[in-house]
């Protein structure tokens, strides 16, 4: 009986582990039926607009993604406006205005932004200069304690003392 409670209990372990590991890999949801338009070619503009649009309260997701009030809040907005006939940009503007430009997931080059759009190349520039100074460095300690050929007198010296030591 110990035996088939152990093998059970480790059942329902990995039940429990497969279920938390595979979880978070499960598409999200977040658009609800009740959210989408009755109009396929409106829906399909107001899904490519979410994408488009950063969730305000999860910031790295777009208000398509994110399940957060807010997201489906914005989802609305985005939905309520290309019904009341705008165009995207218009609906874009519209948010920018509400919200700034935060809530565009990929803003637009200016000067106030350009330390976003700059910053991946500098940080990957900056970790290549690492390796290259510290592969430089490694090999030029390398070098300088590379040990210099014995000369005869130390050479005698050693063979004195490991003759001494060996049996």
């Given at each position: 009986m110990a035996a088939r409670f152990s093998l059970l209990s480790l059942v329902?372990?990995?039940?429990?582990?497969?279920?938390?590991?595979?979880?978070?890999?499960?598409?999200?949801?977040?658009?609800?039926?009740?959210?989408?338009l009755a109009d396929p070619a409106l829906e399909k503009r107001a899904r490519a607009l979410s994408t488009e649009l950063r969730c305000l309260v999860c910031q790295n997701q777009s208000i398509d993604d994110s399940n957060a009030p807010l997201a489906r809040d914005l989802r609305l907005v985005v939905r309520e406006r290309l019904v009341a006939g705008d165009n995207d940009?218009?609906?874009?503007?519209?948010?920018?205005?509400?919200?700034?430009?935060?809530?565009l997931l990929r803003?637009?080059?200016?000067?106030?932004?350009?330390?976003?759009?700059?910053?991946?190349?500098?940080?990957?520039?900056?970790?290549?200069?690492?390796?290259?100074?510290a592969w430089r460095r490694r090999s030029r300690l390398a070098v300088e304690t590379r040990a210099a050929p014995l000369s005869e007198d130390e050479?005698?010296?050693?063979?004195?003392v490991l003759s001494r030591n060996s049996p």
């Open positions: 329902r372990l990995l039940a429990v582990a497969f279920i938390a590991l595979a979880a978070p890999a499960a598409p999200s949801f977040a658009v609800q039926p009740g959210e989408m940009d218009q609906v874009i503007k519209y948010l920018v205005q509400r919200y700034g430009e935060f809530v803003p637009p080059l200016r000067l106030g932004t350009v330390i976003l759009w700059i910053s991946p190349a500098l940080a990957l520039a900056a970790g290549l200069l690492w390796l290259v100074v050479r005698k010296a050693l063979d004195k």
